[in-house]
Structures are given as structure tokens and as C-alpha cells.
Nanobody, 122 residues
């Protein structure tokens, strides 16, 4: 059974930082691209960042480029999303996902976590 479990969300003030983690089990983690998506209330799920199986290739949404960093530790079956300089518009439920290639489309990812809430507010 494939499981992706996110953690690290919470309430943070604008300008603050959070680090999300996603631990994966039930699949060969090192063979999968990992992605982070987010969904705000009343909006569609949107791409945030992705990292290739070996970590050599990353892709970011323009809205987070320069503020967020995706990384992975294949020995720990874990992918991370370091989020700095957070803004109110970053408020959303954040999901990690696993797929075959680095892509911005959610349809290209086969496995999903349950999500973790990130709220940026003063």
C-alpha cells in the first residue's frame, strides 16, 4: 500500500518560513519524481514544485521561484519543501505527489498524500 504523509504545516506570519516534509512508503521512492501542489479554498489545485528522482532536476511555479526550495533524501524516502518569505496568498492545503517525470500537471502524478494546511496570516 502506497502512503504519502505530509507534515510541517501550520500558522505563520507573513515573511516567515516553514518546512514541509513528506514521507513515502510502499513504492521505490528513488525511482519517482516528487511534486508539491497546493489548493486554496475555492481554487483549483496548482503546481508548486517538482524534483526528479535523483534530485538533479527541479521545477518551480513562477509564484514561488526564489522563495521555495524542493529537496529530497532518498535514504529517508522523504521530500521537503522549504518555504521562505511567505505571503498570505501562499495559504492553502499543500499536497505531495509521486509520478514518473517532472511535470506541472497534476494528472501526471499517480500517488497523493492527504495534505497539510499552511496558513499565512498576521
Amino acid at each position: 500500500q502506497v502512503q504519502l504523509v505530509e507534515s510541517g504545516g501550520g500558522l505563520v506570519q507573513p515573511g516567515g518560513s516553514l518546512r514541509l516534509s513528506c514521507v513515502v512508503s510502499g513504492l521505490t521512492f528513488s525511482r519517482y519524481t516528487m511534486g508539491w501542489f497546493r489548493q486554496a479554498p475555492g481554487k483549483e489545485r496548482e503546481f508548486v514544485a517538482a524534483i526528479s528522482w535523483g534530485g538533479g532536476s527541479t521545477l518551480y511555479a513562477d509564484s514561488v521561484k526564489g522563495r521555495f526550495t524542493i529537496s529530497r533524501d532518498n535514504a529517508k524516502n522523504t521530500v521537503y519543501l522549504q518555504m521562505n518569505s511567505l505571503k498570505s496568498e501562499d495559504t492553502a492545503v499543500y499536497y505531495c505527489s509521486a509520478g514518473p517525470t517532472v511535470d506541472t500537471s497534476a494528472h501526471r502524478y499517480f500517488h497523493w498524500g492527504q495534505g497539510t494546511q499552511v496558513t499565512v496570516s498576521s
